[in-house]
């Protein structure tokens, strides 16, 4: 039962950090935004307006693998921390 959450988990994030990205292609609510949080607009690209302006914005698309490296690094240590591991004397095979 925990293999399928973890993997819920991680797909939900893997949509949260291609959202972040230029990459982002769907348009799943209205323009508005999400739940009428003008913030969340449906094109994605959270990043690049979060950069705009700045002298980091050339760097945007290493700065986005950068940071999603580091969010599943830590989202993996965090998932080995609550997972049991197994017997290292077990042969179950």
Do not use: N
Request: glycine share 10%; charged share 20%.
């Amino acid at each position: 039962m925990r293999k399928p959450f973890f993997l819920a988990v991680t797909a939900i994030l893997t949509a949260v950090l291609v959202y972040l990205s230029r990459l982002w292609f769907l348009s799943l609510w209205p323009r508005p935004g999400l739940l009428g949080i003008e913030a969340l607009r449906p094109q994605g690209g959270l990043l690049g307006r979060w950069l705009r302006g700045t002298e980091a914005a050339p760097f945007e698309l290493i700065i986005w693998a950068v940071g999603c490296f580091l969010v599943l690094t830590l989202a993996q240590k965090l998932y080995d921390r609550l997972t049991p591991k197994p017997d290292a004397g077990d042969d179950h095979g």
